[in-house]
C-alpha cells in the first residue's frame, strides 16, 4: 500500500525563522495535498500539487512536488505564531480502499 | 467557500450505547468520507460515500455503519460504542473522489 513519510515529526522554530517540511511517497505521485490542523480541531485544505516542478504559494506559504522524488516540500518563510499547527500531506492512493492517503502530520510550534 | 458541519463537537457516551455522527455539507459534492484520527496512526478511512445510498469500505470499516439519505448528509453509526472507538472523527467531502478534501471541525468522541 502507498504511504507518505513527513519529515520532521515536530518542528519547535522561533518567530521570524524559515522552515521546511517534507512529504516523501512510497509510490508515483499523482497529486499532492497539503493541510494544516489547528490543535483539535479539522483539516483546512491549503493547496494542491499536480505536475512535477509545480510550485505554490498561500500567503508566506509555499509548496513544491518533485515528482521524479516523489516528494513534495512546504516552506513557511518568515514563520509567525498564527502557523503554528500540524501540517498534513495527502495524495491520491494507488492501492488499498482509501481514494487518499495521507501522511501523520508535521507538529509545526513557533516561539518568540 | 465549502463548509462541512458535525452534529457535534464533543460527545461522552457509554459502553453499548448506539452512537451517531452527523455530517452535512453545503456544496453539492458528490462524495462523502468519515475518518478517525488516532495519536500516532493518523488519519484512517472508515467508509466513504460516492452517491446517495452508495457506500464504500475504507480501511477500518468494522464496528461502523453509515447512512446517506440525502446528498448533503452522511452519518456514521456506531451499533455499540466499545472503549477503542474512542477518538476523534473527521467528516469531508469532495467533487470527486480523488479530489481535494474539505473537512468539518471534527467530532471528539470519549466512549467510557
Known amino acids: 500500500s502507498q504511504e507518505l513519510e513527513q519529515s520532521p515529526q515536530s518542528l519547535i522554530v522561533q518567530e521570524g525563522k524559515n522552515l521546511t517540511i517534507n512529504c516523501t511517497s512510497s509510490k508515483t505521485l499523482y497529486g499532492l495535498y497539503w493541510y494544516k490542523q489547528k490543535y483539535g480541531e479539522g483539516l483546512i485544505f491549503l493547496m494542491m500539487?499536480?505536475?512535477?516542478?509545480e510550485e505554490k504559494s498561500h500567503e508566506k506559504i509555499t509548496a513544491k512536488l518533485d515528482e521524479k522524488k516523489q516528494q513534495s516540500s512546504l516552506h513557511i518563510t518568515a514563520s509567525q505564531p498564527s502557523h503554528a499547527g500540524i501540517y498534513l500531506c495527502?495524495?491520491?492512493?494507488?492501492?488499498?480502499?482509501?481514494?487518499?492517503?495521507f501522511g501523520k502530520g508535521t507538529r509545526l510550534s513557533v516561539i518568540a | 467557500d465549502v463548509k462541512v458541519t458535525q452534529s457535534s463537537r464533543y460527545l461522552v457516551k457509554r459502553t453499548g450505547e448506539k452512537v451517531f455522527l452527523e455530517c452535512v455539507q453545503d456544496?453539492?459534492?458528490?462524495?462523502m468520507f468519515w475518518y478517525r484520527q488516532d495519536p500516532g496512526l493518523g488519519l484512517r478511512l472508515i467508509y466513504f460515500s460516492y452517491d446517495v445510498k452508495m457506500k464504500e469500505k475504507g480501511d477500518i470499516p468494522e464496528g461502523y455503519s453509515v447512512s446517506r439519505e440525502k446528498k448533503e448528509r452522511f452519518s456514521l453509526i456506531l451499533e455499540s460504542a466499545s472503549t477503542n472507538q474512542t477518538s476523534m472523527y473527521l467528516c469531508?467531502?469532495?467533487?470527486?473522489?480523488?479530489?481535494?478534501?474539505?473537512f468539518g471541525p471534527g467530532t471528539r468522541l470519549t466512549v467510557t
Open positions: 469531508a467531502s469532495s467533487l470527486d473522489r480523488f479530489y481535494e478534501q474539505y
Open positions: 456544496m453539492d459534492h458528490e462524495n
Open positions: 500539487l499536480q505536475k512535477g516542478g
Open positions: 495527502g495524495a491520491r492512493s494507488l492501492s488499498g480502499n482509501t481514494p487518499l492517503v
